[in-house]
């Protein structure tokens, strides 16, 4: 194993395991707005995202009507994201 790959092993394990003991201590929601994506991921790569079906938007149930994602499943998304399903913009429709 080369260097640069245990660093990025290591890297992932620590953020992993510091992510698990926020969420077990209540720190993070499990799920968040739209918009709070938009600011952690970018707009268009959440949206992407939504389009190509790699996570879906929930409505909560209460008095919310807003649209909620999941933020394990995001997290998930982000760090496997290496644009595989990228389209050119000529593509796009």
Partial sequence: MKLKEFTHILLTSALTGAGKAIAACGGLPAAICKAEAYRLY????VDRWISEGLITPTALSGSTPKKMLDRTKLER???SSNRITYQPVADRK
Avoid at 42 to 45: S, W
């Fill in 77 to 79: 998304i982000a760090a």
């Fill in 42 to 45: 970018g707009r268009c790569d």
